[in-house]
């Protein structure tokens, strides 16, 4: 499944012969997409986070920037390991090579302070840094 709310989950689930394995989400730090992610934990459904930098507009978010440099990582590592320890699994995009390798570099914990913050965040991809938005 993609993008199934709460409300579609109850719809599709009694019509089931098959249970959904998957349902793919829209989900980065700043958007809070609690109740599906709760949904899909209750029906033992994985979460898959797509456009985890917000199409990229997140990528240069100053408060992620800062929170990612004490780690000694960038921002978009930063929101890949958020949304691992959310539970999710997590897809990325990214055309660059360096991105690639980047983003697969994950071997840091972000502490319960820190995960707690960055759950807090609202609004990130509408900060005034905000890259235009371009679909590669
Ligand atoms: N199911 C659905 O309804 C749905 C909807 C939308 C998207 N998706 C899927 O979700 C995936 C990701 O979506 P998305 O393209 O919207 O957004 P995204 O992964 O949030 O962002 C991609 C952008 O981030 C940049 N980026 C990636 N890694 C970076 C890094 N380490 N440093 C700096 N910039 C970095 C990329 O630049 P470069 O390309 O220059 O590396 C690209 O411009 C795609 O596979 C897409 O098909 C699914």
């Not at 000694?72 to 930063?78: D, E, F, I, K, W």
């Not at 570099?105 to 995960?115: N, T």
Request: negative net charge; proline residues 6%.
């Amino acid at each position: 499944m993609s993008n199934f709310d709460p409300d579609d989950l109850d719809s599709l689930l009694p019509a089931c012969t098959v249970k959904p394995m998957v349902n793919q989400i829209r989900w980065f730090i700043g958007l809070d997409p609690s109740d599906t992610v709760r949904t899909c934990a209750e029906h033992d459904i994985v979460v898959e986070a797509y456009s985890p930098f917000a199409h990229g507009l997140i990528v240069n978010h100053p408060e992620i920037e800062q929170i990612a440099a004490r780690y000694g990582v960038s921002a978009p590592q930063l929101c890949i390991r958020f949304l691992l320890q959310k539970g999710a699994v997590v897809l990325p995009k990214a055309t660059s090579t360096a991105h690639i390798e980047q983003n697969a570099a994950l071997d840091f914990e972000i502490s319960a302070d820190d995960m707690a913050v960055l759950d807090a965040m609202r609004d990130t991809d509408k900060h005034e840094d905000a890259m235009q938005f371009r679909w590669s």
